[in-house]
Structures are given as C-alpha cells and as structure tokens.
C-alpha cells in the first residue's frame, strides 16, 4: 500500500464493521495497533483506563501491537492504529512512514502526537546547546531540531487533542471505526461545554486568565468544572482569535511571559498558538525597547 | 384581573411550601459558588438573600447588599431557558438486531418530571419564554419536549428593582415590569407577580394576580388583600429601575439598521474582537439553535439520537459536504446579531433581544450588542451620529 | 403555564422527528459515485410526497442526512432517493445491501409545483447531480406533457462520465418532446459532445422567455448564474425558481441551521423563488 494513494477517510464496510457476528475468530476482528513516539505514555494509559469499556473493545478489535499492554506483537496490516507522541528524531521519521503504510485508519492522540507536545519547546531553543549540556556523549545522539506533530509527516484521518486525551474521545473513535462512521470530534471552543455544563464562566466572574474561548473542547471543561481557567490542552479550536485573547488575558493582568507560556505548554507546536506566543513575544521585545529608549531620553 | 395582595417576606416559605404541595418542582434563582444561577428551591433560605450583582462588559461579581433583599440583583447567570429547553435531551432510542438485516426499533423520548414553578422569573427572561413559545411551541411543528415541559407551568415573576449596567430590557419594552399578558397569545404572563418591597422596619412582597390558579395560592397561604396604593408602591419600584439603565436599542429603526447592514465594514472590526466561543448565544435566553448528535454503542446496535444546543458561532453549524457556509467570524457574527434585531421579526413579528444583557456580560472580550447596533446605526446613516458628550 | 394549558398542544401523531422504517429494495449504480436508493416502508402506506421536497434518511448507527426526493409524484412506491457518496452517511446508505432497514423522516420542505407553468414554455436548468431533486418535477410535467409548451432542459456535468440519468434524458427527448441540451466542463480528448458551462446554453436555447418558467437546481453558484441568464433573457423574475441547499439537522425549522436571513430552507424551501433569493444569493456567507 504506496502512502501517496493511502485512501483515507471512512473505511469501506467491510468484515469489521460487523465484528460482533464473529467476535470469537481472532483473524476476523479488525486489528488495532498502538504506538508510540515522543511522548509520556499517558495517552495510550487513558486507553488502559476504559475499563467498563475494555472488555467490549478486546472483543470488538484484535489488538495487534500495544506495548504498553501486552508483548505480543502480531504483523500488519492494521486497520486501525492509534498513534502517541512526537516525531523528534530520524528514525521517528522513518518509522511513522512504515506505519502509515501499514496502517488504514490512523488516528494520532494527543497533543504530543497532535502539535508536538511539551518537547516542541525545542522548537525555539537550541538543541545543540541541550544536547552538550544533557548528555556526557552527545555525538552518540541522533535527535531533530524540532519536535513535530504527526500531520506534518504523514496523512492523518483523525486527531484527538489533549494532554492526556479524553477516554471519552477515545471511546468515540473506537465506536465510529467499528461502524464505518465519522467521529464526532468537536472543534469548537471549550467555551461551549462550559455552557451546557451550566458552569459560570471562570474569567467573567472570578477575573482568572481563561484559554477556554480559543481552546478546542473535548476534556469536558475538566479545569473550569473546578472553578479554574483552562490551560488550552486541547490545542487551538477551529476559529481560535488568540489576538482578542491575548488582549483579554493583558488586562486580566497576566505578564506577558505567562501568557507566552501558556501557549507554549502542551500545543507550542500548534500553528495558531506558536504564532500567538510569538506575537506576544514580538510585542513585549517592542514594548521594552520603547522603555528602554524613553529612559534613555529621560536620562 | 385586579387583585392585589401583601405577602410579607417572611410568607416566602408558605408560597415555596404551597407549589410543592401542588407537586411543582420549585426553580428559582440560588447562590451557586460565583455567581447567581437558576436552581431548585426548596425553601426561602435556597435564595440568594443579601446579594447583589455587579454586571458589565466580561465582568460579573456577587456583592453583599448589606440588606435582606431576596430579589435584589439583575439577571442571573443563565435564564430560565434549560428549564424547558435543557441543554441537552434525548430525542428517541434505538435498537437493532443483528440476525435479520439491520431490523431496528425507535422509541421516542418522552420526558417526565414534574411540572416547574418559576419563582423569581425575571421580566426579561419571562419575554424570552414566551419568545420560545411562539417559536417552539406556536408554528406548525413544535418542538414536543418543549411543549411538554411548558404546559402546566406556573410562574412567580418578580419585578426587577436592581438592574446591572448591562440590562437594557426598558428600550426593548420587555421590563422591568412584565407585561401583564403574552401580546402574542392574550394569555397571563404570569400566575402571580411579586414586587419586593424593602422599607426600614417593613419588609414586603406587593402580589399581582394573573390567573385563577394564581389566586388560588395566593388565598391559600393567606396572602393579606392590599390597595391599588400598593400597586402604585410596585409601579415606583419598576419606574425607577427603568430610569437607572443606561443601555439602550433604538427598537424603532433597529430592523432596518440591519437590514441595510449587510456589507458593513463594521463586521471587520467586531470580528477582530470576537472569540467566536459561542457564549452569547449560550447564555441567550432565546437562541433556539440546536443539533443532533447520534450516539452509538462500541457494536452500533444501540443507538440514541440527542438534541443538544448548537451555536452559530462555530464553524460546523454552516457545514454542508464542502465547507460551512458562513466561514469566517465576521459572518458569524453579522448572523447572530441580524437575527436578534431584525429578521427574527420577519419570521416571528417579534425581535430576538429582551435586553437582559448577557451576552454582554459574559463575552470574554466585553462585546456589546447596544454599542454594535448604535454603530451600525450610524454607520448605515439610519441613526443619528453620536451626540458630542 | 396554567392559563395557557386549556389548550393543550400536541406534538404530530407521526411525530416528525421520529424516523420511520423503510427497506432498501435495491441500490441502483448511476455513475462513479452515485447511486439511486429504492426503498418500501416497513409498515404503512408508501410516502406521498411533491417534486421538489425532500427527506432525511438514516442509517442506523451512523446518522442522517437531507436528500430530495428523485422518484415520481405520482408513484410513489417505491420511495427514490439519488445520493452522491461523499459522506459517512450517504457511504453508509449506497454500500447498505437489499433488505437493510433505515430511517426515514419527512417529506420537508417546498415543492417546484410545476402546475403554475401550464400553458407556457418550461426550461429546467440543472447540472451534475441537481437533476435528480428535478426529476419528480420533469416527471409531473411529461405525465401532463400536452399542457405544455415548448418543454428544455439544459442540463452540464463536470466530465461525460458524470452524466446523470443519461439514457432517461435521451429518452425523454425522443419520446416526450423534450429539447435536452447537454454539456460538461471538461471532455475527453475525442469527445463530440458541447463542452461549456451549462449557464451558457441558456443564451442561445429556444424558448419564449415572456411565457417560460425556469426550475434551476444546482451548486449555488451556478444557479445564481443561470438565474441572472435567465432573468436577462427576460423570463419573469418570479417565473424563476431555485432549490436551496443549507446544513439541516431537524427539517421541520426547529434547530435553525437552515436559516437564509429571514427564510428557514428547510420548510420556506428548499424551492424558492428568484425575487426573494436573489437579494441574499448576492451576500457572501450570508
């Protein structure tokens, strides 16, 4: 299967979408592969944690590979793989091809595997300054400069944000598989389960900075349940205005070195927050230098 | 219907006590964490005596009053809306069998619960009920949940005295002061209508009658009859709430102000302050806009259909099979507020807006539907230009 | 409330926003990627049903979706439905094999009523997939051919292969009287055939504009083209009508996705006429 003529999208209704006329044959059930790049594990944990659920997964799917899981590893093709982490290194690049290859739907999770995770920090750092300070050899070290979402490298048929992502979500993507359908992933702010929450919103009547309006949903509003801001790790929603944001979170009175923090935690390699943290920065570097040149005149 | 009682604050109870013994599920306004929301009450006590709100643009707080006003606040943080129309409801169950073709049954929902009472029902959020009749409830389909849960109501209306900055529902001509009937339907507006009352050593509830059933309670808790004196006390309390707004829509040109917006540049300029996260129609208490969601089983032989709320403001309300339709925000804004202030009347005879200002309020970028639709109004040349201040 | 309970409000007794049960008799290939869906009602009387409305149809499981109806008027059973296969649900209903069970809503919506243009000429302008929400309406009026005039359809797909219904429209033209132009976008290299827009047929067709009526189905974009053709040809502005196409989740103006301004599409259309369309057709993302 050539990666360029890959079909994507909903698979055909073939034998899987049926899995449970044949739940006991093995080689019937559709295979499901996890894997695993850069990243913390945790997602691929959130699927261990299904457990009212689990039973009717294993019956529903052949699971193949899942080294978190199990060690028996049974060969592709997969039809359906789960993808975890970053692309961080060569052969992280060479790999994600094979599996794609391999793979009919693939679906990567979380914002590791979505945006690049914590570890896309190093998009703006110096990695070869990390690499001599970390390592006592770093010529044995084979590592990227950046730290980049699967999307960037191979076709992707669905996405699941967060940090970790949501059971949920995952649970979804599982369901839809099975019966030959669409997802349904919203990408809409987090603002929108707030409401049907019937939670107050957290910026409006406590004054705490929020990313909720430029977040995408999917976590429940899990932090604003709890009277606290989201922290935006589900990544940008699909019409995210950070530059409104961004002037929301000023006059809350957040500095701007929290506010480029905040969109360079779990999604800095999400294209509308990395520019949002560099218009901020841009903006602070601007604001400084006209300090600097008033007191100069001052003086 | 001119009956007019004295219900002394302290017959609260005997009232909240009278409509769960007629089997009402009691709801009103309750302290819930920040902020004043809808819930059940049971009692008195569950209101949220004492407090105040203080309500603008992206900012609300709960404040002390340092009295024992039951009343004395502004629009609470959701309206009635998720009362009749929850948030989110199941429309039908289904269930398949595998053993012949993909046979399947559905079910239709049907919603149970006892009725509600409305106790404390704001003038604004009263207007948007009876919006929501005439919308989901007075066209040839009605939505069957909604009919279901609003006939048999009863409602408790409570005059407003302390509205916030943000309210403007005196230019919608929607309160402080409800209308005594439903101008679509002739109906009572309400059962019974309290004004609260608050002097030095006198603490009392002016009480309206509406309807038989209205009276009915009010006798049965030995509300004391009062004089049209007192109606005229109720009539001061509104009249000054009235006068303290400072918000405004100009109703008399505001259709036609959209009407004649629809390439304004002033879509550029609000859609580089919109979040597009949805909120103010959320918090609406007319925004009827929903979707369906079908939700299935990992086997797919269940399978449930829910109706849940849906905004305008995102991107996958417009979606047909190659993209949304109303792609960018400044779209989606010029939709929202079109809505509200102008063809809403074309397909309702009604506007949209009930002035309860919480799309004011709770916009995390404090944008403002009066200084929008004054804008546009300029803008269009239909009003005025902005008087020199 | 209580005042207003003396009248008690009662959802439809077929509440319309329950599916009702059809079986697919047959999926029929028409070109590449779409199919024509033959379906009987599980239980009851076949759906009656006018030209030009629509339903929504549901696979099991997966979800639903508004389709117009493409079968006759005057047949209906059983129940036609054209679908292009682009989405989970329409992959879902093309692939379902005979027998299968689905769901079935409606009908919604407008009709074309050709009826109002007895005596005068006709012109369906359609192209790709668009004739088959037309094709009830061609039927209505072969089935009543004398009551006609001059009766065209000018009809453009995007390549040969995407002809829709191409033996049925030779048909028509040999045995009904029907002057049936074609065109497509882009032809093979030998292709004998008019490559154009099917908007540029409208120029040169034969046709008495004073007395004609037009029925235009289409992407949104070709029917604001063909309607502005037409009107300038001097077919009367409410002769014209158009069939709107809006996301729908409920059908019957409930969950207002539909909305065009002031319209719901799904119950003040999908059929409506070019005076009323024509001033928000020239909004963009209206």
């Given at each position: 299967m050539s990666i360029a003529t890959e079909p994507h999208g909903v698979t055909e209704p073939h034998a899987h979408s049926h899995g449970h006329d044949d739940a006991a044959s093995a080689s019937s059930r559709p295979k499901l592969a996890v894997w695993k790049f850069a990243s913390c594990d945790g997602c691929q944990l959130s699927l261990l944690n299904c457990e009212d659920e689990l039973l009717s997964i294993a019956e529903a799917v052949h699971i193949a590979y899942f080294p978190e899981a199990t060690r028996a590893v049974v060969e592709g093709p997969y039809e359906l793989s789960l993808v975890e982490g970053s692309?961080?290194?060569?052969?992280?690049v060479r790999r994600i091809h094979e599996i794609r290859a391999q793979s009919g739907v693939l679906a990567t999770i979380g914002a590791c595997a979505t945006a690049g995770g914590i570890q896309a920090l190093r998009n703006w750092a110096d990695v070869d300054q990390y690499r001599s300070v970390v390592y006592a050899h770093p010529e044995y070290l084979k590592t990227l400069d950046t730290s980049t979402p699967i999307a960037s490298h191979v076709d992707v048929d669905y996405e699941l944000r967060g940090c970790p992502v949501d059971k949920k979500q995952l649970i979804e993507v599982l369901a839809a598989f099975l019966n030959g359908r669409k997802p349904r992933i919203?990408?809409?702010s987090v603002c929108v389960e707030c409401k049907l929450k019937g939670n107050v919103c957290v910026p409006v009547a406590t004054g705490q900075p929020c990313l909720g309006p430029v977040t995408q949903a999917g976590c429940g509003a899990l932090c604003p349940s709890y009277g606290r801001g989201c922290y935006g790790c589900f990544g940008p929603q699909d019409s995210a205005n950070t530059e409104s944001l961004t002037r929301q979170l000023v006059e809350l009175g957040m500095p701007s070195d929290d506010i480029v923090r905040v969109y360079r935690t779990f999604n800095a390699g999400a294209p509308a927050f990395a520019a949002a943290s560099d218009a901020v920065e841009a903006d602070a570097v601007e604001a400084a230098a006209s300090r600097a040149a008033e007191q100069g005149g001052a003086s | 219907m001119d009956d007019i009682r004295i219900l002394q604050a302290s017959g609260l109870d005997a009232l909240i006590e009278e409509l769960r013994s007629r089997g009402f599920r009691v709801v009103g306004p309750t302290l819930r964490g920040d902020a004043i929301v809808t819930g059940e009450i049971r009692a008195a006590s569950d209101l949220p005596r004492g407090k105040g709100d203080s309500q603008d643009a992206k900012t609300y707080r709960v404040r002390s009053r340092g009295d024992d006003a039951y009343f004395g606040f502004a629009a609470p943080a959701q309206s009635s809306k998720p009362v009749f129309f929850p948030a989110e409801e199941v429309v039908w169950r289904g269930h398949r069998d595998h053993d012949d073709d993909g046979h399947f049954t559905v079910e239709r929902d049907t919603p149970d619960g006892a009725p509600i009472a409305l106790l404390g029902v704001r003038s604004c959020d009263l207007r948007a009920v009876q919006i929501h009749d005439r919308v989901l409830a007075g066209r040839s389909h009605v939505d069957a949940h909604y009919v279901g849960r609003r006939d048999g109501a009863f409602v408790v209306a409570v005059a407003c005295s302390d509205p916030a900055a943000s309210c403007f529902c005196a230019s919608m001509g929607t309160g402080p002061r409800p209308a005594t009937t439903d101008p679509e339907t002739g109906a009572s507006s309400y059962d019974l209508l309290l004004t609260e009352i608050l002097g030095e050593d006198d603490h009392h509830f002016v009480m309206e009658i509406g309807t038989d059933a209205g009276r009915e309670v009010a006798d049965e808790i030995g509300a004391s009859m009062g004089h049209p004196a007192d109606r005229d006390d109720a009539v001061a309390v509104t009249d000054a709430a009235a006068a303290r707004q400072t918000r405004a829509i100009d109703t008399t040109i505001v259709h036609d102000v959209l009407r004649a917006s629809a390439e304004s540049p002033r879509w550029e300029d609000v859609a580089s302050r919109c979040l597009a996260c949805t909120n103010c129609t959320l918090v609406c208490p007319t925004c009827f806009c929903t979707t369906v969601q079908d939700v299935s089983d990992?086997?797919?032989?269940?399978?449930?259909?829910?109706?849940?709320?849906?905004?305008?403001f995102s991107e996958s309300f417009s979606y047909i099979h190659g993209g949304p339709t109303r792609e960018s925000t400044k779209a989606r804004y010029r939709q929202w507020i079109t809505h509200k202030l102008s063809s809403w009347e074309d397909q309702f005879g009604m506007l949209g807006c009930v002035g309860c200002g919480r799309c004011i309020t709770w916009c995390p970028a404090g944008i403002d539907i009066t200084e929008e639709a004054a804008a546009l109004g300029r803008m269009s040349g239909l009003a005025a230009p902005a008087p020199a201040t | 409330m209580s005042t207003a309970a003396a009248e008690p409000r009662i959802a439809d007794a077929g509440d319309p926003m329950v599916p009702r049960r059809y079986a697919i008799t047959r999926v029929r290939q028409d070109t590449r990627d779409t199919f024509t869906l033959l379906l009987d009602p599980v239980n009851g009387a076949p759906l009656t049903f006018r030209a030009g409305q629509f339903t929504m149809l549901h696979a099991?499981?997966?979800?639903?979706?508004?389709i117009?109806?493409?079968?006759?008027?005057?047949?209906?059973?059983?129940?036609?439905?054209?679908i292009r296969d682009v989405g989970a649900v329409t992959h879902a209903l093309?692939?379902?094999?005979?027998?299968?069970?689905?769901?079935?809503?409606?009908?919604?919506g407008t009709s074309w009523d050709v009826d109002d243009a007895a005596d005068g000429d006709v012109v369906f302008v359609t192209g790709g997939i668009g004739l088959a929400p037309l094709r009830p309406a061609i039927l209505d009026v072969l089935r009543e051919r004398d009551r006609y005039g001059k009766v065209l359809l000018l009809y453009g797909s995007r390549?040969?292969?995407?002809?829709?219904?191409g033996n049925e429209m030779h048909r028509w033209a040999d045995l009904n009287d029907v002057n049936v132009q074609m065109t497509v976008d882009n032809a093979p290299y030998g292709y004998t055939g008019k490559v154009g827009f099917v908007t540029e047929l409208i120029a040169r067709a034969g046709f008495n504009p004073r007395t004609s009526w037009a029925f235009v189905c289409g992407p949104e974009v070709m029917m604001r083209s063909a309607a502005s053709a037409l009107a300038g040809r001097g077919v009367p502005a409410p002769h014209i009508r158009l069939s709107m196409e809006r996301s729908m989740k409920c059908g019957i103006g409930l969950c207002g996705h539909c909305q065009l301004r002031d319209l719901f599409i799904c119950v003040d259309g999908p059929v409506l006429d070019y005076p009323r369309l024509e001033p928000l057709m020239s909004v963009r993302e209206l």
């Amino acid at each position: 299967m050539s990666i360029a003529t890959e079909p994507h999208g909903v698979t055909e209704p073939h034998a899987h979408s049926h899995g449970h006329d044949d739940a006991a044959s093995a080689s019937s059930r559709p295979k499901l592969a996890v894997w695993k790049f850069a990243s913390c594990d945790g997602c691929q944990l959130s699927l261990l944690n299904c457990e009212d659920e689990l039973l009717s997964i294993a019956e529903a799917v052949h699971i193949a590979y899942f080294p978190e899981a199990t060690r028996a590893v049974v060969e592709g093709p997969y039809e359906l793989s789960l993808v975890e982490g970053s692309i961080t290194t060569p052969d992280d690049v060479r790999r994600i091809h094979e599996i794609r290859a391999q793979s009919g739907v693939l679906a990567t999770i979380g914002a590791c595997a979505t945006a690049g995770g914590i570890q896309a920090l190093r998009n703006w750092a110096d990695v070869d300054q990390y690499r001599s300070v970390v390592y006592a050899h770093p010529e044995y070290l084979k590592t990227l400069d950046t730290s980049t979402p699967i999307a960037s490298h191979v076709d992707v048929d669905y996405e699941l944000r967060g940090c970790p992502v949501d059971k949920k979500q995952l649970i979804e993507v599982l369901a839809a598989f099975l019966n030959g359908r669409k997802p349904r992933i919203p990408t809409y702010s987090v603002c929108v389960e707030c409401k049907l929450k019937g939670n107050v919103c957290v910026p409006v009547a406590t004054g705490q900075p929020c990313l909720g309006p430029v977040t995408q949903a999917g976590c429940g509003a899990l932090c604003p349940s709890y009277g606290r801001g989201c922290y935006g790790c589900f990544g940008p929603q699909d019409s995210a205005n950070t530059e409104s944001l961004t002037r929301q979170l000023v006059e809350l009175g957040m500095p701007s070195d929290d506010i480029v923090r905040v969109y360079r935690t779990f999604n800095a390699g999400a294209p509308a927050f990395a520019a949002a943290s560099d218009a901020v920065e841009a903006d602070a570097v601007e604001a400084a230098a006209s300090r600097a040149a008033e007191q100069g005149g001052a003086s | 219907m001119d009956d007019i009682r004295i219900l002394q604050a302290s017959g609260l109870d005997a009232l909240i006590e009278e409509l769960r013994s007629r089997g009402f599920r009691v709801v009103g306004p309750t302290l819930r964490g920040d902020a004043i929301v809808t819930g059940e009450i049971r009692a008195a006590s569950d209101l949220p005596r004492g407090k105040g709100d203080s309500q603008d643009a992206k900012t609300y707080r709960v404040r002390s009053r340092g009295d024992d006003a039951y009343f004395g606040f502004a629009a609470p943080a959701q309206s009635s809306k998720p009362v009749f129309f929850p948030a989110e409801e199941v429309v039908w169950r289904g269930h398949r069998d595998h053993d012949d073709d993909g046979h399947f049954t559905v079910e239709r929902d049907t919603p149970d619960g006892a009725p509600i009472a409305l106790l404390g029902v704001r003038s604004c959020d009263l207007r948007a009920v009876q919006i929501h009749d005439r919308v989901l409830a007075g066209r040839s389909h009605v939505d069957a949940h909604y009919v279901g849960r609003r006939d048999g109501a009863f409602v408790v209306a409570v005059a407003c005295s302390d509205p916030a900055a943000s309210c403007f529902c005196a230019s919608m001509g929607t309160g402080p002061r409800p209308a005594t009937t439903d101008p679509e339907t002739g109906a009572s507006s309400y059962d019974l209508l309290l004004t609260e009352i608050l002097g030095e050593d006198d603490h009392h509830f002016v009480m309206e009658i509406g309807t038989d059933a209205g009276r009915e309670v009010a006798d049965e808790i030995g509300a004391s009859m009062g004089h049209p004196a007192d109606r005229d006390d109720a009539v001061a309390v509104t009249d000054a709430a009235a006068a303290r707004q400072t918000r405004a829509i100009d109703t008399t040109i505001v259709h036609d102000v959209l009407r004649a917006s629809a390439e304004s540049p002033r879509w550029e300029d609000v859609a580089s302050r919109c979040l597009a996260c949805t909120n103010c129609t959320l918090v609406c208490p007319t925004c009827f806009c929903t979707t369906v969601q079908d939700v299935s089983d990992l086997t797919g032989d269940s399978a449930e259909r829910h109706r849940v709320w849906d905004s305008c403001f995102s991107e996958s309300f417009s979606y047909i099979h190659g993209g949304p339709t109303r792609e960018s925000t400044k779209a989606r804004y010029r939709q929202w507020i079109t809505h509200k202030l102008s063809s809403w009347e074309d397909q309702f005879g009604m506007l949209g807006c009930v002035g309860c200002g919480r799309c004011i309020t709770w916009c995390p970028a404090g944008i403002d539907i009066t200084e929008e639709a004054a804008a546009l109004g300029r803008m269009s040349g239909l009003a005025a230009p902005a008087p020199a201040t | 409330m209580s005042t207003a309970a003396a009248e008690p409000r009662i959802a439809d007794a077929g509440d319309p926003m329950v599916p009702r049960r059809y079986a697919i008799t047959r999926v029929r290939q028409d070109t590449r990627d779409t199919f024509t869906l033959l379906l009987d009602p599980v239980n009851g009387a076949p759906l009656t049903f006018r030209a030009g409305q629509f339903t929504m149809l549901h696979a099991f499981g997966v979800g639903e979706v508004p389709i117009s109806i493409s079968g006759d008027p005057a047949a209906p059973a059983p129940l036609e439905h054209t679908i292009r296969d682009v989405g989970a649900v329409t992959h879902a209903l093309v692939n379902a094999h005979p027998g299968t069970e689905i769901g079935v809503r409606g009908p919604f919506g407008t009709s074309w009523d050709v009826d109002d243009a007895a005596d005068g000429d006709v012109v369906f302008v359609t192209g790709g997939i668009g004739l088959a929400p037309l094709r009830p309406a061609i039927l209505d009026v072969l089935r009543e051919r004398d009551r006609y005039g001059k009766v065209l359809l000018l009809y453009g797909s995007r390549t040969p292969d995407d002809i829709l219904f191409g033996n049925e429209m030779h048909r028509w033209a040999d045995l009904n009287d029907v002057n049936v132009q074609m065109t497509v976008d882009n032809a093979p290299y030998g292709y004998t055939g008019k490559v154009g827009f099917v908007t540029e047929l409208i120029a040169r067709a034969g046709f008495n504009p004073r007395t004609s009526w037009a029925f235009v189905c289409g992407p949104e974009v070709m029917m604001r083209s063909a309607a502005s053709a037409l009107a300038g040809r001097g077919v009367p502005a409410p002769h014209i009508r158009l069939s709107m196409e809006r996301s729908m989740k409920c059908g019957i103006g409930l969950c207002g996705h539909c909305q065009l301004r002031d319209l719901f599409i799904c119950v003040d259309g999908p059929v409506l006429d070019y005076p009323r369309l024509e001033p928000l057709m020239s909004v963009r993302e209206l």
